[in-house]
């Protein structure tokens, strides 16, 4: 497989560590009948996906499937380096175990490829993370492959983040050292949510602050102390919650023996808050070594993160950690 093209600099100034972005090669192999349990169909708004048990995708944006057109976005935006993940709604959850190993193993090559016809961007891998076995096979292919972390969803079927099967799968990216963007998904969208747009504009950010939370009781992040993981929307309600989080702990009712205050800690956390105020705080809070720039491209959440991160008048050092120097770490791009 092609490598990922990174430009070999010391350390990138700017990145950008939350994209998604759909490879046109996978969509052809949809159209050519390569996975029988997944659908595409196009029209003037966009493509939408369908996968078993699951609601039609929303029409995909343009900029999506546009490779070149992300990198421009980038360049346009002072972007050095843009990891560049799957979209969340094209996970794969609800695929049998020989469709989501394929489809896996399809979107992560072609991402690669994508990447590699655009200097700057990194390709982050998805895997079947309902197959624990699976995922850690996938893990391992795309690490040799030249992903550089990993996003997952929050929703997946049969299985909550803090089950003990999901212990292999944050082994074996704690030993591959791959990072992995936590990202809130739906499998099936309550009816509740379905309308007024409260799906992204409420129910993402308490999907990740469940998720999250219940990964903190779990214990995992102390038992592999290598294991990044980065919550997207800035973790939701997590950092704000963080003493709430742990009174539970303390009153006994997270059943659960681990150092919640110590796993906390250990927890990083995007821009995608979209008011430098509160960006501000998390940095004060959490400081800013745990903070990655992400933009969601191309949803037009935040349109210009550098700038997003700039106005939240943080200290030259703080601001240099956010816009790249954490995610250069991390993602080993230094």
Known sequence: MTQPNVEPRHAPRVVDAHIHAVPPALIQKINRGLFSEVAVSGDEHGFRFRFPGMQPSPPSPSGLTDFALLAE????RHIDIQIVGPWTDLLGYTLSRAEAAAWSRAYNE??????????????????????????????????????????????????????????????????????????PTFIRIP??????????????????????????YS??????????VIAALGGGAVVPFTKRIIRNHDLGWSETGT?????????????????????????????AHRLLMGSDYPFPWEPDPVRSVLEAGL????????????????????
């Open 73 to 76: 976005w980038g360049r346009d």
């Open 259 to 287: 150092d919640v205050e110590a796993s906390l800690q250990r927890l990083f956390f995007d821009s995608v808050v979209l008011d430098p105020t509160f960006l501000r705080y998390l940095v004060q809070q959490v400081g």
């Open 315 to 334: 200290p030259v050092e703080d601001a240099s950690a956010v816009l790249g120097g954490t995610a250069s770490k991390l993602f080993g791009l230094v």
């Open 110 to 183: 072609d991402l690669v490829r994508a990447c590699a016809d655009h200097a700057g961007l990194v390709p982050m891998a998805t895997i079947p993370l309902q197959f624990p076995d699976l995922a850690v096979n996938e893990m391992e292919h795309a690490h040799a492959i030249g992903c550089r972390g990993v996003m997952i969803g929050s929703d997946i079927p049969g299985l909550a983040i803090d089950a003990p099967e999901l212990d292999e799968v944050w082994g074996a990216a704690a030993g591959l050292s791959l990072p992995m963007l936590l990202h």
């Open 219 to 228: 214990g995992a992040l102390l038992r592999y102390p290598n294991l990044v």
């Open 191 to 216: 009816q509740e949510l379905q309308s007024r747009g409260l799906k992204n504009a409420v129910a993402r950010v308490g999907e990740v602050t469940i998720a999250l939370t219940r990964l903190v």
